[in-house]
Nanobody, 115 residues
């Protein structure tokens, strides 16, 4: 059974940092692309960052220079280091991947940025 479990969210002041973690299980982690999405209050879910099996990364424009996605295939984890956080980053953050033709999501972790 494919499982994704996020952790690391919380309340942080503007300018602060958080590191999100997503633990995967039940699939061949090292061969899949891993994604971080977020859903701000009242808005649609959007792709924030992506890392391929080869380690190539892409980011939403607003995250460039502030967020860093990385992966540890040995531990089957993907991380999202978020620095210089802004109130607009407030959202539920989800880990995502596609395995055997299906799209899988974690339960999400809340990130709230406020002074």
């Amino acid at each position: 059974q494919v499982r994704l479990a996020e952790s690391g969210g919380g309340l942080v002041q503007p300018g602060g940092s958080l590191r999100l973690s997503c633990a995967g299980s039940g699939f061949n982690f090292k061969i899949v692309t891993m994604n971080w999405y977020r859903q701000p209050p009242g808005k649609e879910r959007e792709l924030v960052a992506q890392i391929t099996s080869e380690g190539r990364t892409t980011y939403i424009e607003s995250a460039k220079g502030r967020f860093t996605i990385s992966r540890d295939n040995a531990w089957m984890r993907v991380y999202l280091q978020m620095d210089s956080l802004e109130p607009e980053d407030t959202a539920v953050y989800y880990c995502n991947t596609q395995v055997r033709g299906y799209t899988w999501w974690g339960q999400g972790t809340q990130v709230t940025v406020q002074g």
